[in-house]
C-alpha cells in the first residue's frame, strides 16, 4: 500500500507541471520519428580526400577523373591532419599524391581497397565509372533502421529516467524525507516506490512511442515481440541508471547535467551516431563500457533471430543495470539516513 501511495503521489507532483512532464513523455516518439525521416534524407556516400604536393601531369588528370565520378566526393586534404580527418569520419579514404607513387590511408580495409582498386583502374584507362555501380557494397549502411531507432531512443531515456529520478532529490530539500523517516513506513517503501514509478514511467514513453509509430505506419525495422523484450530491457538500464545519477547528486541541476552529459558520451561511443565498425580501435575499445554499445548489439541479434539466446550483450545490459541498481539503493539509504 505504501508504494502504491508513492506513485500515485509522484505522478500528482509530476501532473502539476503539464508541458514539462508532456514533453518528457513524448520524448521517444520525437526521437523515432526524427530518426526515421533522418535515416530516409542522408544518403550513403563516399568522400576522399586528396594530398597532391606533385604537380605530374597523370596525377593531374587522375583528380580530374575522380571527381567526374559519380557518387564520389573529392576535397583537397591537408597532409599535417590525415589521420585526424579518418578518426573524425571527413574522409572514408585519403590519397597521398606522389611523382611516382600514390599512398592510400583509411580506417576502414574494404573501403581503402575498392578505392585504390578504382584509382588504379583510371591510371590505366581514361573513362569515368559510376561509383556505385563499381562498387555496390560501398554505399550499403553500416547500422539498420532499428540500431539507430533503439540506440537513439537510449540516449533520449538516459536523460529523462534521470530527471524523474531527481525526486528524491527535491524531496529531500523540500523535507519530504524527514517527514518520512519518522513515519511508520519503511525506507525501503519509498525507495522502491520511487523506483517503480520511474520504471513504470519510463516504459509507458516506450509503449506510447511504439503504438504511435505503428499507428503512423512508421517502419523500424522490428517485430512486436523484439520491441517488447527490448523495450523491457532498454527501460531496465535507462531507470537503473536515472536512478544511480538521482540518487548519486545533491542537487537537480547536478543530476541533469551529469545525466546529459553521460547520455551523450555513451551514444557516441556507442555507436548512435558513428557506426562502431567505423570507429578506430581504440575508440571500439572504450564503446564496451557504454550501455548504448551493448543495446545496439543486442537489437542487431534480435533482428538475426537470436530472440531467445542468453547472449553476451544481454547478460551485460542486465549486470550493468543491477549493479546500478545496488549503487543507487546504498545512495539512497545514505540520503534518506542523514
Given at each position: 500500500m505504501g508504494i502504491i501511495l508513492v506513485i500515485k503521489n509522484n505522478i500528482k507532483r509530476e501532473l502539476k507541471n503539464k508541458g514539462k512532464f508532456l514533453v518528457i513523455f513524448f520524448m521517444p516518439t520525437i526521437i523515432i520519428a526524427l530518426t526515421v525521416v533522418g535515416n530516409f534524407l542522408m544518403k550513403p556516400?563516399?568522400?576522399?580526400?586528396?594530398?597532391?604536393?606533385?604537380?605530374?601531369?597523370?596525377?593531374?588528370?587522375?583528380?580530374?577523373?575522380?571527381?567526374?565520378?559519380?557518387?564520389?566526393?573529392?576535397?583537397?586534404?591537408?597532409?599535417?591532419?590525415?589521420?585526424?580527418d579518418l578518426i573524425m569520419g571527413k574522409y572514408s579514404v585519403t590519397l597521398?599524391?606522389?611523382?611516382?607513387?600514390?599512398?592510400f590511408y583509411s580506417e576502414d580495409g574494404y573501403?581503402?581497397?575498392?578505392?585504390?582498386?578504382?584509382?588504379?583502374?583510371?591510371?590505366?584507362n581514361n573513362y569515368n565509372v559510376d561509383l556505385k555501380q563499381f562498387s555496390p557494397e560501398l554505399f550499403?549502411?553500416?547500422?539498420?533502421?532499428?540500431?539507430?531507432?533503439?540506440?537513439?531512443?537510449?540516449?533520449?531515456?538516459?536523460?529523462?529516467t534521470a530527471m524523474t529520478a531527481s525526486i528524491l532529490i527535491r524531496d529531500k530539500e523540500e523535507g519530504i524525507l524527514t517527514r518520512f523517516r519518522y513515519s511508520p513506513k519503511k525506507v525501503s517503501v519509498y525507495t522502491l516506490g520511487n523506483?517503480?514509478?520511474?520504471?513504470?514511467?519510463?516504459?509507458?514513453?516506450?509503449?506510447?512511442?511504439?503504438?504511435?509509430?505503428?499507428?503512423?505506419?512508421?517502419?523500424?525495422?522490428?517485430?512486436?515481440?523484439e520491441i517488447i523484450l527490448?523495450?523491457?530491457?532498454?527501460?531496465?538500464?535507462?531507470?537503473?541508471?536515472?536512478?544511480?545519477?538521482?540518487?548519486?547528486?545533491?542537487?537537480?541541476?547536478?543530476?541533469?547535467?551529469?545525466?546529459?552529459?553521460?547520455?551523450?558520451?555513451?551514444s557516441l561511443l556507442g555507436g548512435a551516431f558513428i557506426p562502431i565498425d567505423k570507429m578506430p580501435k581504440a575508440m571500439k575499445l572504450i564503446s564496451n563500457i557504454t550501455p548504448t554499445k551493448w543495446i545496439v548489439s543486442l537489437t542487431s541479434e534480435f533482428e538475426n533471430g537470436l530472440l531467445i539466446t542468453l547472449n553476451t550483450s544481454l547478460v551485460v545490459l542486465l549486470l550493468f543495470g543491477s549493479i546500478l541498481l545496488i549503487l543507487s539503493n546504498m545512495f539512497n539509504s545514505r540520503k534518506l539516513n542523514n
Open positions: 556516400s563516399v568522400t576522399i580526400g586528396i594530398v597532391n604536393e606533385s604537380k605530374e601531369q597523370e596525377n593531374l588528370q587522375l583528380i580530374e577523373l575522380l571527381k567526374k565520378t559519380e557518387n564520389l566526393k573529392v576535397n583537397t586534404a591537408n597532409k599535417e591532419s590525415i589521420k585526424t597521398d599524391l606522389k611523382d611516382d607513387d600514390i599512398e573501403r581503402k581497397k575498392e578505392i585504390e582498386r578504382l584509382v588504379y583502374l583510371y591510371k590505366e550499403k549502411e553500416s547500422m539498420s533502421m532499428s540500431e539507430r531507432v533503439m540506440a537513439l531512443v537510449s540516449m533520449c531515456l538516459f536523460i529523462t523506483l517503480i514509478y520511474n520504471f513504470l514511467i519510463t516504459l509507458t514513453q516506450l509503449a506510447m512511442a511504439f503504438i504511435i509509430s505503428g499507428l503512423l505506419k512508421i517502419d523500424i525495422g522490428m517485430g512486436g515481440k527490448l523495450g523491457f530491457i532498454i527501460t531496465f538500464v535507462s531507470t537503473s541508471l536515472g536512478g544511480f545519477i538521482g540518487s548519486a547528486f545533491k542537487t537537480e541541476i547536478q543530476a541533469n547535467i551529469m545525466s546529459s552529459v553521460v547520455a551523450v558520451i555513451s
